[in-house]
C-alpha cells in the first residue's frame, strides 16, 4: 500500500531571484481544459468539445513588501516574469523525495500589498497570469503548454504538432 506525497518544503524564484524565507504560500497553477456540449443530429446525449487551455495564473503570497516583484509591474510582453516554483515532495513510506518543479512565464495582474498597520503581520499578494507552463518531476518533463508558439506537450507527446503543421506553422 502506498501512501500520498506531501510538500515537506518550498521556494519560488522569480527572474532567478531566490525568494527563500520570504513567501508563505503558493497556489500552484489550475490545469483546465475548455469545454463545450455538443449534440448533434442522432446523438442520444452531449459530448465534451474540447477547445483547448482554459488561461492559467498563479497566486503568491510573501511574508511583507518586495520591491522587486513591483518592479515588474506593467510589464508589457506576456512572458516578461519568469516564476520557478521547486517543491519536495515526500511519502510517509519513502526516504527519499521527489523534486516537483513549476515553471510559469507571464506578468503580474495584480499586486496586493496588504494593510498597513504597524506592528502586525503583513502580507504582499500577488496573481500572476502565464502564457507559459511546464511542470517537471524529477527532471522529466511531465506538462508543457507554450500558448503562443501552440505548443501543448503531455508526457512528451505534442498534441497540436498536427495542428500546426494542418494551419501552416
Do not use: C
Not at 17 to 27: C, L
Not at 76 to 83: E, F, S
Not at 99 to 118: F, L, N, Q, Y
Amino acid at each position: 500500500m502506498g501512501m500520498p506525497s506531501k510538500l515537506k518544503g518550498f521556494n519560488l524564484f522569480q527572474n532567478g531571484e531566490n525568494f527563500v524565507g520570504q513567501i508563505a504560500e503558493v497556489t500552484l497553477p489550475k490545469l483546465t481544459r475548455k469545454m463545450e456540449d455538443w449534440q448533434g443530429g442522432g446523438m442520444s446525449g452531449p459530448i465534451k468539445v474540447d477547445f483547448g487551455n482554459e488561461g492559467i495564473q498563479m497566486e503568491w503570497t510573501a511574508g511583507g513588501f518586495m520591491k522587486s516583484v513591483l518592479k515588474q509591474y506593467g510589464i508589457t510582453t506576456h512572458d516578461g516574469v519568469l516564476l520557478r516554483f521547486a517543491g519536495g515532495y515526500q511519502a510517509e513510506d519513502s526516504t527519499s523525495y521527489d523534486s516537483i518543479e513549476i515553471v510559469v512565464k507571464g506578468r503580474h495582474m495584480e499586486i496586493d500589498p496588504g494593510t498597513a498597520k504597524a506592528k502586525e503581520d503583513t502580507s504582499f499578494k500577488v496573481t500572476t497570469v502565464a502564457s507559459y507552463y511546464k511542470l517537471s518531476v524529477n527532471g522529466e518533463d511531465i506538462i508543457e503548454l507554450d500558448f503562443v508558439n501552440m505548443i501543448e506537450k503531455i508526457n512528451g507527446n505534442d498534441l497540436l504538432a498536427a495542428l500546426r503543421t494542418a494551419i501552416g506553422l
